[in-house]
């Protein structure tokens, strides 16, 4: 009963910047960590961004200097800003979340959003 829903992906130029959003809905009654993944053709599933409830904040190096990850608690939101876009940043981005539901504190996967990065 709780779903991520991803937008903002698209095809943008080298050099380009998207900014990609990712809402939490349904029955969630706390948001412990909030961040987004991304699976290149052929690559692995791997962490790009997080960011917990507390603020602290992890990029994986290939984006330091050029993502940045914000948040909205009041709307069950993450943000993903990204700038200085090279086609290696070409993936579907998977937004992730810890959400505690009572009983349960899972990880939450949304079904992605394709970034293409191109000229």
């Known amino acids: 009963q709780v779903q991520l829903v991803e937008a903002g992906g698209g095809l943008v130029q080298p050099g380009g910047s998207l900014r990609l959003s990712c809402a939490a809905s349904?029955?969630?009654?706390?948001?412990?960590?909030m961040g987004w993944y991304r699976q290149a053709p052929g690559k692995e599933r791997e962490l790009v961004a997080t960011?917990?409830?507390?603020?602290?904040?992890n990029y994986v190096d290939s984006v330091k200097g050029r993502f940045t990850i914000s948040r909205d608690n009041a709307k069950n939101t993450v943000y993903l800003q990204m700038n200085s876009l090279n086609p290696e940043d070409t993936a579907v981005y998977y937004c992730?979340?810890?959400?505690?539901?009572?009983?349960?504190?899972?990880?939450?996967w949304g079904k992605g959003t394709l970034v293409t990065v191109s000229s």
């Open positions: 349904g029955s969630v009654l706390r948001i412990n960590a």
């Open positions: 992730n979340a810890e959400i505690v539901t009572g009983l349960y504190d899972l990880h939450y």
């Open positions: 960011i917990t409830s507390g603020g602290a904040i």
